[in-house]
């Protein structure tokens, strides 16, 4: 490998991507092509970074299967940052087991986080920790293990463990700070922000206030009867049940929760949960048996007793009953949510994160776009679609994947 190569190579590491250019930039053999299209990755240009990754990947020959991986690896990572969740994920994994057999370790621990951090994205949680597990960091460079260290930050805050995620965003900033990248420094100081923003609403006794991701983990494990209109279930120590399928058991549970510990109307119930403004007798006998089948899903942590004008939630013993909300509440907020993050989604890849289909994730996108919530950039399979970041709305508590208990 020439001089030029090897500067160019030490330019991109030290996050430098004009240097490198400056080097590579009129060259078109194989390992210039990596080069450049790597740069142009860094550079922001990642159509033109896929092109050149693609073309060094066909010019290096079939004894350089190590340099067709880091190829791979590389396309892999522009994938994941254009939130192209399609890309084959098997084509990745054959790319990092030959680099393991090889012994280029550094770059096979790189890949593997690349699997981890998509699996974080789409909310498998069970097996983005299985695969850290496996995970020694300990060969990485400073800018890797920084990025490894904001992938155990970003399971630990969706996991609600908001210690365990303290440490790790520590970890990365000592690491950011040793690679000396600007841009990587921001994006560990920007993780850092989720942990004091606010995540939630405490609504109890008539009143609200809002909650940071460590006041949220608080409340969970204090064995409060908890309506967690995050998740759509109700929960209590380490107890849990799912609502998230019968909207309607949810919207009663609620109701009742934020009246208590006095009752809530029939008129309320039946306003909320059925949308009726003019209540009849059909639709107080729905109530009766919507909230026969509340009392049964709730049996294990309150009772639902018949009061003169409607129902009241007691709970089992002396817990205090709270709604747990989202700070800011609007439809498709969970769309939203991952919309947040300030990147450029394809719909394709918003249902994938959000196991739906690709036509309801589209009429979502469509109805949000009509009031300016969110915006298109391109035409046919490359348009994407992106929104502002906006202050204070959540993009934890909604995002895909169990909290816990789930």
Sequence with gaps: MDS???AAAQALASGDPLGAMKRVALRDDAPALALRGIAMAQLGDLVRAKTLLKSAARAFGPREAVARARCVVAEAEIALVSRDLGWPEKTLETARAVLDKHGDRINAAHARNLQIRRL?????????????????????????????????????????RTEQARG???????????AGIPALTIEVRDAARVLDAPAARLIAHGRERLLSLGEVEALLSSGAL????????????GEVVSLASRPVLFTLARVLAEAAPA?????????RAFHARHADESHRARLRVEIGRLRTALEPFADIGATTHGFALTPHGKRDIVVLAPPVEAEHASLLALLADGESWSSSALAIALATSPRTVQRALDALAATGRVQSIGNGRACR????????????????GPLPSD
């Design 168 to 178: 790790a965003l520590a970890r990365a900033a000592e690491a950011a700070r040793k």
């Design 263 to 271: 009752d809530a109307s029939r008129a309320v119930l039946l306003s």
């Design 385 to 400: 679609w992106m929104m502002p970041p906006v202050v204070g709305f959540p993009t934890t508590l909604l995002l895909p």
């Design 226 to 237: 908890v309506i967690d209109a995050c998740r759509n279930v109700v929960r209590s120590g």
């Design 120 to 160: 974080l994205l789409i909310g498998h949680l069970d097996e983005a920790e299985r695969m850290l597990a496996k995970l020694d960091p300990s060969p990485l460079p400073p800018a890797a293990r920084a990025s490894h260290e904001l992938a155990v930050a970003g399971i630990a805050i969706r996991r609600l």
């Design 4 to 6: 030029l190569i090897i």
